[in-house]
């Protein structure tokens, strides 16, 4: 009962949040998140993790460096969230991005990829892209309330975005989309429990095994994907080349090894935008 009351609420919140901001253009909406994310987001509780985890991948940062840098990436959160009520803006090519690497999402043979990434500046304006470039099925884990869950599949369903949550009944369906030769897209950076332990920063860090035993099953390339976002709501997205797998050579452990490497040196080049506030290591 209790649950079912804060379901309500934070679904009631959210809306009333969302509705407001379409009052704005998403310049004004994203800068409203970023202030609001600036001034909340360092009096949560997952600030203290944000700063652990970002010391010990950052051990010759000092302490005002480190700060500065969770501070960026509160506000970088709320601009993300803020931005949501304006995916659509993004489903065609316009001045506030630039792609580099087309190319690199050409198909061989019409077989599907896997398109991964990380929580990088908005990663929803990046799948966004990505699907107006190339059919993507986005494989998503589910927020806890469903009701908030319908709001963001609603968004994304704007921009005729194949949406599937994590779990067995999401499996069946990816099966169906790798058959039809449709992409599929990851965002492979967050801790799962029942993952593998693989290094990341230099610690062991349970990672998602999914998409290694996909690849490997069925033959998927790898395809690595980033977003920055260059100032305010102006982005920079680049489509890499393939990762390198050897499909006779390579096992689970060795393609998640690579990459978490290429994430880890993705974060590197902008620590400030990534999502340092969730628990990736034990």
């Known amino acids: 009962m209790i649950r079912h009351i804060k379901y309500r609420l934070e679904f009631f919140c959210l809306k009333l949040f969302f509705g ?9 909406a994203s800068e409203i998140g970023g202030i609001l994310g600036k001034i909340i987001g360092p009096r949560l ?4 993790t944000a700063i652990i985890n970002f010391s010990r991948a950052f051990p010759d940062q000092n302490k005002n460096e480190i700060n500065q840098n969770i501070i960026k990436m509160w506000e970088n ?10 995916l659509h803006i993004f489903r065609d090519e316009n001045s506030r991005i630039t792609i580099e690497g087309k190319e690199n999402l050409n198909k061989i043979d019409n077989s599907s990829s896997i398109i991964f990434s990380g929580h990088f500046a908005n990663w929803e304006v990046m799948a966004t892209v990505i699907a107006s470039l190339s059919d993507l099925a986005l494989v998503y884990r589910a927020p806890n309330n469903p009701l908030v869950d319908n709001i963001l599949r609603g968004y994304r369903r704007a921009i005729s ?19 039809k030769g449709t992409n599929l897209g990851m965002l492979v950076d967050q801790k799962q429990n029942d993952g593998l332990p693989i290094q990341f920063f230099g610690r062991e860090a349970m990672t998602p095994s999914a998409i290694a035993k996909l690849s490997l099953k069925y033959k998927l390339g790898l395809i690595p994907v980033t977003i920055e976002r260059k100032s305010r709501t102006n982005f920079h997205i680049k489509i890499h080349k393939k990762l390198d797998v ?31 506030m969730h628990k990736r290591w034990n």
Do not use: C, H, M
């Not at 959160?77 to 304006?86: I, K, L």
């Not at 499909?247 to 400030?272: A, V, W």
């Open 161 to 179: 975005l194949n949406q599937v949550r994590k779990g067995p009944q999401g499996a069946k369906e990816l099966i169906n989309f790798i058959k």
């Open 45 to 48: 509780k997952s600030n203290k």
């Open 77 to 86: 959160f709320g601009r993300t969230f803020a931005e949501y009520p304006f």
């Open 20 to 28: 407001g901001l379409k009052f704005f253009s998403i310049d004004v």
């Open 246 to 276: 050897n499909f006779d050579e390579d096992d689970t452990i060795s393609i998640l090894g690579k990459i978490n490497s290429f994430l880890e040196i993705s974060i590197q080049r902008n620590p400030s935008q990534w999502l340092w």
